[in-house]
């Protein structure tokens, strides 16, 4: 059965950090596109970082040199480092897989920046 689950939020105060897992089952994560997205309440979905099958990466403006998205092969999971966190990062962070017709996504993990 194929499955993506996030996992590593929480609730963190500004400058802080957190690490964001994105554990794959049931599929490669290497032979897919992989996304991290969030959501804030009242707020559009945003696309926040991604890494593709050959392992390049790209960031949002609002996180580049803060996020870093990386991918562990051995484990079949992909992370999201974020740094120097804001409150305006917070938000629901959902990790997604992709290629050519098909698509998975996980259930979301909850991160709240805040004094």
């Known amino acids: 059965q194929v499955q993506v689950v996030e996992s590593g939020g929480g609730l963190v105060q500004p400058g802080g950090s957190l690490r964001l897992s994105c554990a794959a089952s049931?599929?490669?994560?290497?032979?897919?596109?992989v996304y991290w997205h969030r959501q804030a309440p009242g707020k559009e979905r945003e696309l926040v970082a991604h890494i593709n099958i050959a392992g390049r990466t790209n960031y949002a403006d609002s996180v580049k040199d803060r996020f870093t998205i990386s991918r562990d092969n051995a484990k079949n999971t992909v992370y999201l480092q974020m740094n120097s966190l804001k409150p305006e990062d917070t938000a629901v962070y959902y990790c997604?897989?992709?290629?050519?017709?098909?698509?998975?996504w996980g259930q979301g993990t909850q991160v709240t920046v805040s004094s």
């Open positions: 997604s897989a992709g290629r050519a017709w098909v698509e998975y």
């Open positions: 049931g599929f490669t994560v290497s032979n897919y596109a």
